[in-house]
């Protein structure tokens, strides 16, 4: 389910007639835990990790805080070796996600939520160039 509504919203974020802005600014760095590499993700790190498709490889790994809420999670979508889908949490609702659209190990969609289920804006980079170029708000 979860792997279904991840990927809906990566699709339908790719259809929504998108508006160019000139708030363009150069891609965010990767957060210090945030790792395209499935190997890099080990339970002795504190990461809970699955398995989920059966083949052998960590497709899916989770961190926890202190108070044992989500604080980040993170999927290979594709199941193609390769970290490509991340959210981030507070308090146990999600407030980001970043997410690798076409498998290169670059994050070109960043999507911005608040009370955890409303997207108040996304950003892209849709050459792929590093920058983002797109941005859409959807609150003011």
């Known amino acids: 389910?979860?792997?279904?509504?991840?990927?809906?919203?990566?699709?339908?974020?790719?259809v929504i007639a998108p508006v160019a802005s000139s708030e363009a600014e150069h891609a965010r760095p990767l957060h210090p835990e945030q790792h395209f590499d499935v190997t890099m993700y080990r339970e002795a790190d504190g990461w809970i990790?699955?398995?989920?498709?059966?083949?052998g490889k960590t497709?899916?790994?989770?961190?926890?805080?202190?108070?044992?809420k989500k604080?980040?999670?993170?999927?290979?979508?594709n199941n193609d070796g390769s970290m490509d889908n991340f959210y981030f949490?507070?308090?146990d609702a999600?407030?980001?996600?970043?997410?690798?659209?076409n498998h290169n190990g670059r994050i070109d969609l960043w999507i911005h939520i608040e009370g955890g289920v409303y997207i108040v804006r996304y950003e892209r980079d849709t050459n792929h160039d590093g920058h983002?170029?797109?941005?859409?708000?959807?609150?003011e």
């Not at 389910?1 to 790719?14: R, T």
């Not at 604080?71 to 979508?77: L, N, S």
């Not at 983002?132 to 609150?139: E, S, T, Y």
């Open 71 to 77: 604080e980040m999670e993170v999927i290979d979508f």
């Open 94 to 101: 999600r407030i980001r996600e970043e997410i690798d659209t």
């Open 1 to 14: 389910m979860k792997k279904n509504l991840a990927w809906f919203l990566s699709v339908a974020l790719m």
């Open 49 to 55: 990790i699955a398995d989920t498709s059966g083949d």
């Open 132 to 139: 983002i170029d797109l941005v859409k708000r959807f609150v």
């Open 59 to 68: 497709d899916y790994a989770l961190k926890l805080d202190q108070d044992l």
């Open 89 to 91: 949490y507070r308090r």
